[in-house]
């Protein structure tokens, strides 16, 4: 049962890691410009080198690992972004669900009971973890939010401050008044009177 249940769950993830190439060669062939080319880029890179060491572990375990489709549901999710920035979204929402998902594995039993496996584990968390660090900064750099609850700065007005407007000073307001006359007012006491 052990056994099952261990195959399953990395059968799945690597029928998502294969997914997700074929989802960063999609939003490669967009050109999407040189900072997030070079992401998905590394991003590939990231995810062949972690299929390679549980592509291995899953044929020990007598599993075919050539014949697993991708994920239809995934794709199409993917594919129906239609902005840079949500299509980075995307990818991020997706990282950062690996990386949690790899830390709720290395707290089961089942998945740690051998150490090759937990070994395995987290190699491939970290792969993803970076890569994530590496699309959030990618995303700080280009002005995007990570969630669509952060404010989106860039399409905000500008509210102009007190200093953008005209500046004069409080004397010129005086000048430019019709009744002042240049001579002191009996509103204002001297200060002798005052104590």
Do not use: C
Not at 25 to 34: A, F, I, R, T, V
């Amino acid at each position: 049962m052990t056994d099952s249940i261990v195959v399953i769950r990395l059968t799945r993830n690597l029928r998502y890691k294969l997914t997700y190439i074929r989802i960063f060669e999609n939003y490669l062939e967009s050109d999407p410009g040189p900072e997030i080319t070079k992401l998905l880029k590394s991003l590939i890179e990231a995810q062949q080198s972690a299929i390679a060491p549980l592509s291995r572990y899953l044929r020990r375990s007598d599993v075919q690992t050539q014949d697993l489709e991708l994920d239809q549901k995934l794709m199409s999710h993917a594919f129906s972004r239609d902005s840079v920035k949500s299509q980075l979204r995307f990818i991020y929402d997706g990282l950062n669900r690996a990386v949690s998902w790899y830390k709720t594995q290395l707290m089961d039993r089942q998945m740690t009971a051998d150490s090759e496996l937990r070994d395995l584990l987290i190699e491939l968390g970290e792969i993803d973890a970076t890569m994530l660090w590496r699309t959030e900064a990618t995303m700080g750099m280009l002005r995007i939010p990570v969630t669509v609850k952060e404010k989106d700065w860039s399409n905000q007005e500008r509210v102009p401050s007190h200093q953008d407007i005209e500046w004069r000073s409080r004397l010129m307001e005086d000048v430019g008044r019709p009744s002042w006359q240049g001579t002191r007012s009996t509103r204002w006491s001297k200060p002798d009177q005052q104590r």
